[in-house]
Nanobody
């Protein structure tokens, strides 16, 4: 199973980007898919997750600006990011947990994407 991310890039402050994370195996349906982000020298932190209960935002700074969604038909997770700020600059990772609800605990996730860079200037 691979998680293939796309959609990162450079954008001016106030702009928007949409990240995608596609699950390579059609038969693998994770119970939770989530987005994390990381800046150099810091730990990877959870932003938002999507499971059977719907969406959860763990980072208060993004809740009003980012929208997480999931297309089960395409087995793809999205993160629509709007009104981007300088502090949103990071490498963004998607993660999949095979069983159980979404969590901020990194060790509970079974698969990770390769990361996609988002740079806000």
């Amino acid at each position: 199973v691979q998680l293939v991310e796309s959609g990162g890039g450079s954008v001016q402050a106030g702009g928007s980007l949409r990240l995608s994370c596609a699950v390579s195996a059609a038969t693998y349906i994770p119970s939770c898919m989530a987005w994390f982000r990381q800046t150099p020298g810091t730990e990877r932190e959870a932003i938002a997750g999507f499971d059977s209960a719907g969406s959860t935002y763990w980072d208060d700074s993004v809740e009003a600006r980012f929208t997480i969604s999931r297309d089960n038909n395409k087995n793809t997770l999205y993160l629509q990011m709007s009104r981007l700020k300088l502090e949103d600059t990071a490498t963004y990772y998607c993660a999949a947990r095979s069983r159980g609800p979404c969590s901020v605990v990194r060790g509970l996730y079974n698969y990770w994407g390769q990361g996609t860079q988002v740079t806000v200037s």
